[in-house]
């Protein structure tokens, strides 16, 4: 992949408790290597690599954040759009809460945190062209290849994200339970599914594809991961499992039978 189109995910990254301990589980996990970039008093964002590319990213949550705001060790996913900050406004305008203002990454970019409705977040992403995320190895083992809302409320998140990004819901049921794939065109944008955990907060679940989800899922709780489900299968699409990492992050894994 060479560019990323408006409105589609074009990364993805971990904030966590433990930078240390985090890149110690993934890069044992995914045979990633760290390229570390300095952000001053943010401290450091770790670029993820497979074979010298970027994969995804990893930064040490601020004492600030884990102490007094009790921020979770999460996965993040970012969409790119053309203009942060008129769809940061539409975003507010559609009932969604920006997390702060629209701020410059550097001069790769910039971005704003949104969360939805249902209380799910996302970033929205304005490249600048220096960084457009996992270009060259998204899709292949070690990286990530889809996004999946899971939500408490299938009807409100999903008039709000086809209104914000003009997806398309194509709408399949699964035995008794329904599964929304957002659409562009004829290409798979992202899923979204009702959560079955009233416990659970909404959130976008990361997929990482891998050659053997189960092979995979002894390794990570061999890592010192928690298994939350499967490995399943998924009727037509592959093998997954939902784990968890040994920083508390959650994310799920995939044996694809075809390309997503």
């Not at 990254?13 to 990633?32: E, I, M, R, V």
């Not at 959130?203 to 061999?222: E, I, M, P, R």
């Amino acid at each position: 992949m060479t560019t990323f189109k408006n409105n589609t995910f074009c990364w993805v990254d971990t904030g966590t408790t433990n930078l240390k301990k985090a890149k110690d589980f993934y890069g044992k996990l995914f045979s990633w290597t760290f390229k570390d970039s300095d952000m001053g008093d943010m401290g450091v964002y770790a670029h993820a690599q497979l074979n010298g590319k970027d994969v995804g990213g990893l930064y040490e949550l601020t004492t600030e954040m884990k102490d007094k705001h009790k921020v979770p060790s999460h996965w993040m996913s970012y969409v790119m759009v053309d203009n942060v900050d008129t769809y940061t406004k539409k975003a507010k305008d559609l009932g969604a809460t920006p997390c702060g203002e629209a701020w410059n990454v550097g001069d790769f970019g910039r971005m704003c945190v949104i969360t939805d409705q249902t209380k799910a977040t996302l970033a929205l992403w304005q490249s600048t062209g220096k960084h457009e995320g996992e270009m060259a190895v998204m899709g292949t083992p070690g990286t990530f290849c889809w996004n999946e809302l899971l939500t408490s409320n299938t009807d409100v998140a999903g008039k709000f994200y086809t209104n914000l990004f003009k997806w398309t819901p194509k709408v399949q049921t699964f035995g008794t339970e329904k599964y929304t794939t957002f659409m562009i065109g004829e290409t798979m944008v992202g899923g979204m599914m009702q959560k079955q955990d009233k416990n659970m907060p909404s959130f976008w679940n990361v997929y990482f594809s891998v050659t053997d989800c189960d092979a995979t899922v002894k390794k990570a709780k061999d890592l010192g991961a928690k298994i939350f489900m499967g490995p399943e299968n998924i009727p037509t699409v592959g093998r997954f499992a939902v784990l968890q990492d040994t920083c508390g992050a959650t994310f799920s894994v995939i044996t694809l039978e075809k390309k997503m």
